[in-house]
């Protein structure tokens, strides 16, 4: 079963103007929500992360917003540059394991900004 | 601060061959995982080391599949004998443990696997 869902393969955005990517969740004892970033030939990056306990957090140009009822957060990049082009995952760590905390990603956004 | 380090970055194998795959974690970081990211697929866990003993490989096809971190440091991932369907990059993570650990991994660039 899929836990974690990005709804949306792909993403064109042009430059200068706001990406909006998406993630789904159906976990309720995910506690701790990331996104990574995936260049080409590269492993995923840690990008950003919002704890179960807020609804907002903020780092530069991106900010990660988080609804609980809806079990969806989701990725703001503004304004979006070229460099962002990349695949975004969304992941969500799993707490009731206490000791052995699980990571459950998402299959992936592929964000291409067009200049 | 030296990143995760993996090699080889290439493979090419037939079906039935076997092949390894190896990870040096960063340093100080007790915590080691290797998942498996298929085309078009989000990484899957398929084993999890603390220092060098297995927290989980609930995932991991044990029959072909085997990995070890011998001396809680670097670890090896085996293949034997593959499948048409082990075809993927294979990517090594490390992190920080225990209370510190928010789920944030640093990857190491991979070791893509080709299996003809």
């Known amino acids: 079963d899929q836990q974690v869902k990005q709804n949306s393969p792909s993403l064109s955005v042009q430059e200068g103007r706001i990406s909006i990517l998406n993630c789904d969740y159906t976990n309720s004892m995910f506690d701790y929500f990331l996104w990574y970033k995936k260049y080409p030939a590269e492993g995923p990056t840690f990008l950003i992360s919002?704890?179960?306990?807020?609804d907002k957090n903020e780092d530069g140009r991106f900010t990660v917003f988080l609804n609980k009822s809806a079990k969806h957060l989701s990725l703001h990049i503004v304004p979006s540059q070229p460099g962002d082009s990349a695949v975004y995952f969304c992941a969500a760590r799993d707490i009731s394991n206490f000791g052995n905390e699980k990571l459950t990603f998402g299959t992936g956004t592929r964000l291409t900004i067009i200049p | 601060e030296a990143g995760v380090a993996q090699s080889p970055r290439y493979k090419i194998i037939e079906k039935r061959q076997s092949v390894a795959f190896w990870c040096n974690p960063i340093s100080g970081h007790a915590t080691l995982y290797w998942y498996q990211q298929i085309l078009g697929q989000g990484p899957k866990l398929l084993i999890q080391?603390?220092?060098?003993?297995?927290?989980?490989d609930s995932q991991l096809p044990k029959d072909r599949f085997s990995a070890e971190r011998l001396k809680g440091v670097d670890s090896t991932l085996k293949i034997q004998p593959a499948k048409l369907e082990d075809s993927a990059v294979y990517l090594c993570?490390?992190?920080?443990?225990?209370?510190?650990?928010?789920?944030?991994?640093?990857f190491g660039e991979g070791s893509r696997l080709t299996v003809l």
């Open positions: 080391f603390q220092n060098n003993g297995v927290v989980d």
């Open positions: 993570a490390s992190s920080l443990e225990g209370w510190r650990y928010t789920g944030e991994l640093f």
């Open positions: 919002i704890s179960s306990i807020k």
